[in-house]
């Protein structure tokens, strides 16, 4: 779907907050706290996003977005994104969400990792569920929703720990992780160095209790950076006909555009709803979820387009 920036905030030091909605000002896709978009920084390029505002808004989706110095992604946000441009996003998945049993809950974020937390606190107030944030950072100019937090660190319910860039500084995880309280579900977000110490210093919790994500940095960011678009046609085996995709849309829109009925969702090779079985040509894949046995068969007509004149698909 398409969103438009409707504003961009600085939040700490290389973070900026991104408020995200429709167009129209009509409700955006419900999400669960936990949940993230991909968001299209540039052609070919996609960016998951933790969605950081209270999941009860309809209205907007907020992200935060760490300036990446390696020049992967996020920093064309930080350099050319304007309020009022439009942004291609996904729709939300949740594959971080929190338990629905649990006595407590414990959350331990890195840097830019807590952006799921930030909505994850929304709702866990609203259960009035009991909760503790750990919140590590370099220093407090680098500590992205400080001054929201701050109430929370006042009432004994967020610690922040601030390391100074020295990893022997950083929160001694090994230590607070020893006795897992009984009911605690623990939940933890960050980067690497921050995810692993953590992991092997909860080997012991039970397993259903732990709960993670990990944030894809510059290095484990998928680049997808493709060719030029041209255009091409498609062939249609099942039903005959065949149609041209122009270079600045998919094959799905294309399909659309020309009275054939295409099922999408995501529309950024996100979620497979577009998945549709080719015969011939050789596709040109930029989606994020097809595996290499999958692309012997398969192509999103969401993103994917193709290297040759024409592609036949099984439709
Ligand atoms: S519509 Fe989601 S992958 Fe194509």
Redesign the pocket.
């Known amino acids: 779907m398409q969103l438009r920036i409707r504003s961009i905030s600085y939040l700490a030091e290389d973070v900026l907050g991104f408020e995200l909605t429709d167009p129209n000002e009509h409700d955006l896709p419900r999400f669960t706290a936990g949940a993230h978009v991909a968001v299209r920084v540039a052609p070919g390029l996609l960016r998951d996003y933790s969605l950081c505002n209270d999941p009860a808004e309809r209205r907007r989706y907020c992200i935060a977005v760490l300036k990446d110095r390696e020049g992967h992604g996020s920093n064309r946000l930080h350099e050319q994104a304007r309020p009022g441009d439009l942004l291609e996003v996904?729709?939300p998945r949740n594959l971080f969400p929190l338990a629905d049993q649990a006595e407590r809950h414990w959350m331990i974020a890195g840097g830019i990792g807590i952006t799921p937390f930030m909505a994850m606190i929304a709702e866990l107030k609203r259960r009035r569920a009991d909760f503790h944030l750990y919140y590590c950072s370099r220093a407090p100019e680098r500590t992205a929703f400080r001054d929201e937090l701050s109430l929370l660190a006042a009432m004994g319910r967020v610690t922040f720990h601030y390391d100074g860039g020295d990893p022997a500084k950083g929160l001694d995880v090994t230590a607070l992780l020893k006795e897992p309280p009984p009911g605690t579900h623990l939940y933890y977000c960050g980067p690497v160095g921050l995810m692993d110490a953590v992991a092997r210093a909860a080997t012991h919790w039970p397993p259903r209790t732990m709960h993670c994500e990990y944030f894809k940095g510059p290095a484990a960011a998928i680049p997808e950076m493709v060719g030029e678009d041209l255009p091409f046609r498609v062939r249609l085996v099942k039903s005959g006909g065949e149609y041209e995709v122009r270079a600045d849309e998919s094959i799905?829109r294309a399909l659309r555009r020309q009275g054939v009925r295409v099922?999408?969702?995501?529309?950024?090779?996100?979620?497979?709803?577009?998945?549709t079985r080719y015969v011939s040509g050789e596709p040109d894949f930029r989606?994020q979820?097809l595996n290499p046995a999958d692309r012997k068969r398969f192509i999103?007509?969401?993103?994917t387009r193709a290297k040759g004149e024409v592609l036949g698909l099984d439709l």
């Open positions: 996904s729709w799905a099922d999408t969702s995501c529309e950024l090779g996100y979620c497979g709803t577009c998945l989606d979820i999103l007509t969401c993103c």
